[in-house]
C-alpha cells in the first residue's frame, strides 16, 4: 500500500531549464510534506517543507506546490545546476514534526550541461 | 548528513547470523529514527528513540529486531537470526528534540545476507 508514489523512476533536465518532481498521495490525513535529497553513498538530506494550510513555500531556486484537493506536490527547480543531480525524495506526515514519515520511491534527476 | 554517523557502511552477514548496527547521533540530539530502504523502494520508517526510551516502534518488525539507544554510546538496530529479505539500506537519523522532524540522514549501512 503505497500511500506516497513518484511515478517517474528518473528525469533528466538541460541545464539552466526548470526541473519539476511530482508527487502524489493517498491519505488524506497527511498535512505535513517534505522533499528531501540524497547524493550517492550519502543519506537523505532535508530540502524544503510545506503544511497543508499553505500552497506554495518558496527557498531560494526550490519551490514547492501543494495541491491539497489533486492531492499532489510538486518541486520545482530553477534554475537547474549540476549539482542538483541528485535522487529527490517526497515525504509525508500527518503533523509537523511527527516522528513518522512516509517517503516515496524517489525520483533520479539528472542535469545535463 | 552532516554529523549523523552510521557504521559499518556495509555489512555481509550469511543467514542465520545476527547483525548490528550503529548510529551515533548528532552532537546534541537526543532522539534517533531509524528507517529502511529496500531496493525500488523509499525509506520506510521502523523505530524512534529517546536515549534510554523506545517511543515509537510501530514500524519495526514484531520478531528479531530489536533497538535501543543507551544513555551512553551510540543506538543499536540489532537483526537475529538474518535472512534474506533483510537485505537492505539502513538509514538513521536525529534530532534535538520530539516535535522536530530529522534534517539530515547517516549515510547509511547497507546490509547483504549471503
Known amino acids: 500500500d503505497q500511500q506516497v508514489k513518484q511515478n517517474s523512476p528518473s528525469l533528466s533536465v538541460q541545464e539552466g531549464r526548470i526541473s519539476i518532481l511530482n508527487c502524489d498521495y493517498t491519505n488524506s490525513m497527511f498535512d505535513y510534506f517534505l522533499w528531501y535529497k540524497k547524493y550517492p553513498a550519502e543519506g537523505p538530506t532535508f530540502l524544503i517543507s510545506?503544511?497543508?494550510?499553505?500552497d506554495k513555500n518558496e527557498d531560494g531556486r526550490f519551490t514547492v506546490f501543494l495541491n491539497k484537493s489533486a492531492k499532489h506536490l510538486s518541486l520545482h527547480i530553477v534554475p537547474s545546476q549540476p549539482g542538483d543531480s541528485a535522487v529527490y525524495f517526497c515525504a509525508a506526515s500527518e503533523i509537523q514534526g511527527a516522528q513518522k514519515l512516509v517517503f516515496g520511491q524517489g525520483t533520479r534527476l539528472t542535469i545535463n550541461p | 548528513n552532516a554529523g549523523v554517523m552510521q557504521n559499518p557502511r556495509h555489512l555481509v552477514r550469511r543467514r542465520g547470523q545476527e547483525a548490528r548496527l550503529r548510529c551515533s547521533p548528532m552532537k546534541g540530539h537526543s532522539h534517533v529514527y531509524w528507517y529502511r530502504q529496500l531496493p525500488e523502494e523509499g525509506l520506510k520508517f521502523m523505530v524512534y528513540l529517546q536515549k534510554e526510551n523506545i517511543i515509537d516502534e510501530s514500524g519495526m518488525p514484531k520478531e528479531r529486531f530489536s533497538a535501543e539507544f543507551p544513555k551512553e554510546g551510540p543506538s543499536i538496530l540489532r537483526i537475529q537470526q538474518v535472512v534474506r529479505g533483510d537485505s537492505a539500506a539502513y538509514f538513521c537519523?536525529?534530532?534535538?528534540?520530539?516535535?522536530?522532524?530529522?534534517?539530515?540522514f547517516g549515510p547509511g549501512t547497507r546490509l547483504t545476507v549471503t
Open positions: 537519523a536525529s534530532s534535538p528534540g520530539q516535535g522536530i522532524n530529522p534534517r539530515y
Open positions: 510545506i503544511s497543508s494550510i499553505k
